[in-house]
């Protein structure tokens, strides 16, 4: 059993933006707390959050310590950017949608 964690920025929470993600993410989150009433499902929670550097850290500390998993639907490389944003409109990803732009990140 698991914990979902998904993190909005305050704009997509506040002024409408990722409208495609916000109507799924919080049909998820209602699903998700009725069926724990009942002692069924994994453990699911929206939060929103503003851009702060010293909280990114944490987030990039708990990433690299292993304690939190990014989950990743898919990935594309740049060149790809389109068929990236095809894959987003389908309202279908669970996860991230990635872009590779060839650079790596240790």
């Given at each position: 059993?698991?914990?979902?964690?998904?993190?909005?920025?305050?704009n997509?929470?506040?002024?409408?933006?990722?409208?495609?993600?916000?109507?799924?993410?919080?049909?998820?989150?209602?699903?998700?707390?009725?069926l724990?009433?009942?002692?069924?499902?994994?453990?699911?929670?929206?939060?929103?959050?503003?851009?702060?550097?010293?909280?990114?850290?944490?987030?990039?500390?708990?990433?690299?310590?292993?304690?939190?998993?990014?989950?990743?639907?898919?990935?594309?490389?740049?060149?790809?950017?389109?068929?990236?944003?095809?894959?987003?409109?389908?309202?279908?990803?669970?996860?991230?949608?990635?872009?590779?732009?060839?650079?790596?990140?240790?």
């Amino acid at each position: 059993r698991g914990h979902y964690l998904n993190i909005l920025s305050s704009n997509a929470a506040f002024a409408g933006r990722e409208q495609a993600n916000s109507p799924s993410s919080i049909f998820r989150l209602i699903k998700s707390k009725c069926l724990n009433l009942f002692g069924f499902g994994i453990k699911y929670d929206l939060i929103a959050v503003e851009p702060n550097g010293k909280h990114l850290q944490h987030v990039l500390d708990c990433l690299e310590e292993g304690s939190i998993q990014p989950i990743i639907d898919s990935t594309f490389d740049l060149a790809d950017s389109a068929k990236a944003y095809e894959r987003l409109e389908q309202g279908r990803a669970t996860g991230k949608i990635l872009l590779d732009h060839g650079v790596l990140v240790n």
